[in-house]
């Protein structure tokens, strides 16, 4: 079966702090990858995508960037956290084909103070 | 842009009372729609998937509808359970998958 896991779980980073955020997915080859963030009382927010090693879609234009390097790592990154970019950061994955069905990893809290 | 809306944005119910979850989006071109549950800060739990050519979806005490039509899909949960109390997402899928806000359900003992 397929696993899906997210680290750290949560995270406090001072502004101005670099971030590195990571997912895998096992049990799957060729994911599609998504990064979600989920704010305080908002819904979640597609950021980047991925359909292939290297291949990056974004989003919204914005402090952050991704990275795949494997066929099951994402990386969602920063050079410097602004105070906007705390939240719940979520990966998920889906079928490269069939339902489009996406499954979600456990999520990472980060608070940028 | 689609616009997914659920309402009402908060549900508290006693135990064993039905739950009728609604979930509206503008744009009928969907592959499919997918219920999810989250419980606090935790990830999203995959309830059911309905899609597009579908009109309903079963899993044991949840059944969710689809009218892509009307732009609306409605999870019912059954004899609802303390244990039900989360908050529950729509999110439809174009070329990406777009999110309601949710409904937080609460289920009083």
């Known amino acids: 079966s397929q696993t899906i896991h997210q680290w750290p779980a949560t995270l406090v980073q001072p502004v101005g702090s670099p971030l590195s955020l990571e997912c895998t997915v096992e049990?799957?080859?060729?994911?599609?990858l998504y990064w979600y963030r989920q704010a305080a009382g908002r819904g979640l927010q597609l950021l980047f995508y991925s359909v292939g090693i290297g291949q990056i879609s974004s989003e919204v234009p914005q402090n952050l960037s991704a990275s795949r390097p494997q066929d099951r790592q994402f990386i969602l990154s920063s050079k410097k956290l602004l105070l906007s970019d705390s939240g719940f950061y979520l990966c998920?994955?889906?079928?490269?084909?069939?339902?489009?069905?996406?499954?979600f990893g456990p999520g990472t809290r980060l608070t940028v103070l | 842009k689609q616009e997914v809306t659920q309402i009402p944005a908060a549900l508290s119910v006693p135990e064993g009372e039905n739950l009728v979850l609604n979930c509206s989006f503008t744009?009928?071109?969907?592959?499919?729609l997918q219920w999810f549950r989250q419980d606090p800060g935790k990830g999203l739990t995959s309830l059911l998937l309905?899609?597009?050519?579908?009109r309903e979806q079963t899993s044991g005490r949840l059944n969710a509808s689809l009218d892509k039509s009307s732009g609306r899909s409605t999870l019912y949960i059954a004899a609802s359970q303390p244990g039900d109390s989360a908050t529950y997402l729509c999110?439809?899928?174009?070329?990406?998958?777009?999110f309601g806000a949710g409904t937080t359900v609460t289920v009083r003992a």
């Open positions: 998920a994955w889906s079928p490269l084909a069939g339902l489009n069905e996406q499954f």
């Open positions: 049990g799957t080859s060729n994911p599609n």
């Open positions: 744009d009928s071109a969907i592959y499919n």
């Open positions: 309905i899609q597009s050519s579908q």
């Open positions: 999110a439809v899928t174009d070329y990406k998958l777009s």
